[in-house]
């Protein structure tokens, strides 16, 4: 059952999703956001990206659990409407089995689609997947041993398209 997750991150004391080490307060998105089904109100382009993933996560057997997307976060990404944070199993708790193996081929996905989707990067396992790394990923400086399951996104996938 896919169910909008704000709730859950909240819960789990998750306000932001750390990948860059630009510190600052979010910005005011300056485009306009469009209903996106379960994942709410997104920009066009990551209502593409999230409808395309959904359809080949449908196809390919390795479908999300539930999905979070436009919420307050100290990054850009998440309050623009440019990113979704896909839960593989429950927030909290590190995916194992055949929820790890299901995140992974979403990886995979998304990250063969970079161009097409205009992803700006991926995140997954203590990993990003960026232009930076040349797709090939690279551990994310800010997910240090003890910084949690969600900080570390071992628990979903997110991904954000470029502005």
């Not at 209903?35 to 449908?58: D, F, N, P």
């Not at 839960?87 to 193996?101: F, H, L, P």
């Amino acid at each position: 059952m896919r169910t909008r997750i704000i709730p859950l991150l909240a819960s789990a004391g998750v306000t932001a999703t750390l990948f860059a080490a630009s510190a600052g307060t979010a910005h005011a998105s300056t485009t306009a956001l469009v209903g996106c089904g379960s994942a709410g109100k997104v920009t066009a382009k990551m209502c593409r990206l999230y409808k395309a993933a959904s359809s080949a996560s449908s196809k390919g057997k390795y479908h999300w659990d539930s999905v979070g997307c436009k919420h307050s976060d100290p990054l850009p990404y998440h309050p623009q409407g440019r990113a979704c944070d896909l839960v593989y199993g429950k927030i909290g708790k590190s995916a194992t089995g055949d929820n790890r193996a299901d995140g992974a081929k979403m990886v995979k996905w998304l990250v063969k689609y970079h161009g097409k989707y205009s992803i700006d990067h991926v995140i997954w396992q203590g990993i990003i997947y960026s232009p930076n790394g040349n797709w090939h990923g690279h551990a994310d400086k800010n997910c240090k041993k003890g910084s949690g399951v969600t900080v570390c996104h071992r628990d979903h996938v997110h991904v954000a398209v470029k502005p």
